[in-house]
T-cell receptor, first 111, second 114 residues
Framework: DGGITQSPKYLFRKEGQNVTLSCEQNLNHDAMYWYRQDPGQGLRLIYYSQIVNDFQKGDIAEGYSVSREKKESFPLTVTSAQKNPTAFYLC??????????FGEGSRLTVL | AQKVTQAQTEISVVEKEDVTLDCVYETRDTTYYLFWYKQPPSGELVFLIRRNSFDEQNEISGRYSWNFQKSTSSFNFTITASQVVDSAVYFCALSEAGNTPLVFGKGTRLSVIA
């Protein structure tokens, strides 16, 4: 099946630990995105990549890092520098301007 | 700068009622795209519609319809004869020309009660 696969679906982390969220797509899309969703806040852009080996910061990039070594993969690392990491994280890809295809999301909880 | 405002945080309707979700946007570009997405309880966002700024025709798809008015910078979404399965969070989004990432509104949570 074609689509976006995010893993893990649920993740618990202790304060001070880094954690990496996986995002893989087999849609052959050039662009990939990471959004963060908090209750009542909508979706806010963390990082995006329009081509392999290149990525740009979004509105809330502090405390996060990404890599784009392969077209299919765009992992997000939530570092210990992120002060409030508990949230729902959504990965998406896009073949052209705007229309995003989303994964099922990863819910991160910091204990 | 681009901005999307969904003033309605939560709406509750009884099944079979019609409901309109409001979306107001801001952009300085003359070329842009507007979107609606649905987020059911499972969490995954589902694409509903894309409109470009040069196409002001209203769109109807089954029980769903969209009213795009550039004069008021609005792109409202109406569900006719709502059903329980329509219960979800609905997001309006905007992308300016040049392949910029989508900017989302804060969403409207719709609850349809049987």
């Amino acid at each position: 099946d074609g689509g976006i696969t995010q893993s893990p679906k649920y993740l618990f982390r202790k304060e001070g630990q880094n954690v990496t969220l996986s995002c893989e797509q087999n849609l052959n899309h050039d662009a990939m995105y990471w959004y963060r969703q908090d209750p009542g806040q909508g979706l806010r852009l963390i990082y995006y990549s329009q081509i392999v080996n290149d990525f740009q910061k979004g509105d809330i990039a502090e405390g996060y890092s990404v890599s784009r070594e392969k077209k299919e993969s765009f992992p997000l690392t939530v570092t210990s520098a992120q002060k409030n990491p508990t949230a729902f994280y959504l990965c998406a890809s896009s073949p052209d301007p705007g229309e995003l295809f989303f994964g099922e999301g990863s819910r991160l909880t910091v204990l | 700068a681009q901005k999307v405002t969904q003033a309605q945080t939560e709406i509750s309707v009884v099944e079979k009622e019609d409901v309109t979700l409001d979306c107001v946007y801001e952009t300085r570009d003359t070329t842009y795209y507007l979107f609606w997405y649905k987020q059911p309880p499972s969490g995954e966002l589902v694409f509903l519609i894309r409109r470009n700024s040069f196409d002001e025709q209203n769109e109807i798809s089954g029980r769903y319809s969209w009213n795009f008015q550039k004069s008021t910078s609005s792109f409202n979404f109406t569900i006719t004869a709502s059903q329980v399965v329509d219960s979800a969070v609905y997001f309006c989004a905007l992308s300016e020309a040049g392949n910029t990432p989508l900017v989302f509104g804060k969403g409207t949570r719709l609850s349809v009660i049987a």
